[in-house]
């Protein structure tokens, strides 16, 4: 299946999409819709509501695809965890050794942005570069599950872009404050369940900017498989549905360039991953504005 969250007349639905053809949408018309449930509502919900899900939603009429507007499946994460280093080619563009323990930071959940949003170029920094990553959505609450067991808690997969803004990236060793501006972590287009993905290991990113490619792998080339990630996360605490892990990035940064190529107003960053979609996001120059809310 591929769990979506949309909107259509102005209302937030959650729904199934098929991609037959030019795509539709299939939108739960009683149910699920009216009682206001999330995507993470559904995955903590366990089997029981991703069958309700998809009953409801084949019982339902089928939207075009494009009369309505892809929102990020997961929009407030619990979690969003993310690795770094974890292609070796991209390790030597950083100009960095490989390291034998994993190296993990934290992307605020305010940062998610949906698969077709704006990125904002923040007026504090004039280096934000591009990461093309498989994100993986766990859909079971886990503790120390074995990397044998780690498929068991995997709900599915999408694409994503951990957006980083570089010089605030490198201020701290935590990585956070460069890693979670606002818009700085599109997400989608949709969430493809686990079944539908026979290797997340075999799956190929490929990073447009303005068409023009900057990246391209396999995720085999991981140091770190998903698995290990899982087993190495729940060491420590517990993960819990809807909870969002970003499984690194390969080379083909623009911060590795020569000269560095960071992102400016009016880019376009495409993310492709095979089986799992597509998230394109314009970059626009941030209106900044003071919130007290």
Not at 224 to 252: N, V
Not at 256 to 272: C, N, Q, T, Y
Request: aromatic content about 4%; overall charge negative.
């Amino acid at each position: 299946m591929r769990l979506a969250a949309f909107t259509h007349n102005d209302t937030t639905h959650i729904g199934l999409v098929e991609t037959t053809g030019s795509g539709t949408v299939l939108r739960p018309a009683r149910g699920l819709s009216s009682e206001g449930l999330t995507l993470r509502d559904v995955l903590a919900g366990g089997e029981a509501l991703l069958t309700r899900l998809r009953d409801e939603a084949q019982a339902s009429d089928a939207l075009p695809l494009e009369a309505v507007t892809l929102t990020a499946p997961i929009p407030r994460p619990g979690k969003v965890l993310a690795i770094g280093l974890n292609y070796k080619a991209h390790v030597e563009e950083t100009g960095r050794e490989v390291q034998p323990h994993q190296i993990w930071f934290n992307k605020q959940h305010t940062c998610i942005t949906g698969p077709f949003g704006v990125i904002d170029k923040p007026v504090a920094s004039d280096m934000v570069d591009y990461e093309g990553e498989l994100v993986v959505v766990i859909g079971k609450r886990c503790r120390h599950v074995p990397a044998d067991r780690a498929h068991e808690v995997i709900a599915g997969y999408m694409a994503g872009n951990d957006v980083s803004v570089r010089d605030w990236q490198k201020r701290t060793p935590t990585m956070q404050m460069g890693k979670s501006f606002d818009t700085h972590g599109p997400t989608g287009p949709w969430i493809v369940t686990a079944d539908e993905v026979a290797d997340p290991q075999a799956l190929t990113i490929t990073t447009k900017v303005n068409g023009i490619q900057r990246q391209h792998a396999s995720t085999a080339a991981m140091i770190h498989p998903i698995r290990q990630q899982i087993e190495h996360l729940t060491t420590a605490f517990t993960l819990e549905p809807g909870d969002l892990i970003f499984t690194g990035t390969p080379e083909g940064v623009g911060m590795a360039m020569d000269p560095p190529l960071f992102l400016k107003d009016g880019d376009k960053v495409r993310i492709e991953i095979s089986e799992i979609g597509v998230i394109e996001n314009d970059v626009r120059n941030e209106v900044a504005q003071t919130l007290i809310a």
